[in-house]
């Protein structure tokens, strides 16, 4: 089994929330701040991440040899966009909607699965996952707004990531007692984490 990116996710903290987190006046150093902000969220995101869990809403598609895994990977999972199988005459065939059903753990429950055709990937399952964002309907002048769904503890992480790597730009801190992490972004991360 193996996952891949199909639609990778929006940036999980903005250049303005960056800013004000430093302290910053101006954009003299904009693309530096957004490259970090970019670098912390790969870190923590996705299949790649550390923590084993989507953040930014995005799609996924998953690829195996048989039906049954006992949920799909990279929690929260939003919905199932399509179930693609390779049948034993080995053409593919799309399941309907209506022949399974996501279940709230992040399964995907069938009565009766397909028969499949031999292959290492004779299954592959897209689905949207992560936290979505939250449209604010406008409001008399007050434009509409659209704000993150992220764990606030999420992305005061990545924000201490970003203020630790704006501070230290360098490899090796000398002088210093270096921590593979800082113990705050651990604290704060460490409930999301999901252990494989």
């Known amino acids: 089994m193996h996952v891949r990116v199909v639609e990778p996710p929006e ?5 303005e929330e960056a800013k004000a987190h430093l302290r910053m006046e101006g954009d003299f150093e904009r693309e530096t701040v957004e490259g970090y902000i970019a670098a912390a969220t790969a870190w923590l995101d ?10 930014g ?23 199932v966009q399509r179930i693609v199988y390779t049948d034993p005459d080995g053409v593919e065939q799309v399941m309907l909607d209506t022949d399974y059903r996501l279940l709230q753990n992040g399964s995907i429950w069938a009565e ?3 028969t499949l055709g031999r292959g290492p990937e004779a299954v592959r399952v897209r689905y949207r996952c992560g936290y979505p964002n ?15 769904t992220v764990p606030a503890p999420i992305r ?12 230290t730009r ?25 252990w494989r």
């Open 46 to 55: 996705g299949p790649a991440g550390w923590l084993g869990r989507c953040l």
């Open 11 to 15: 940036p999980i903290v903005t250049w």
């Open 134 to 148: 939250r449209i604010i309907p406008a409001e008399g002048e007050t434009p509409e707004q659209v704000t993150s």
């Open 57 to 79: 809403a995005q799609t996924l598609e998953l690829v195996d040899c048989a039906f049954g895994n006992d949920r799909l990977p990279y929690p929260p999972i939003l919905s």
């Open 112 to 114: 009766i699965w397909p």
């Open 156 to 167: 005061h992480a990545i924000l201490l990531l970003v203020g630790q790597w704006w501070q």
């Open 170 to 194: 360098a490899a090796v801190n000398i002088g210093n007692i270096v921590n593979e992490m800082p113990f705050a972004v651990e604290a704060l991360l460490s409930p999301y984490r999901v």
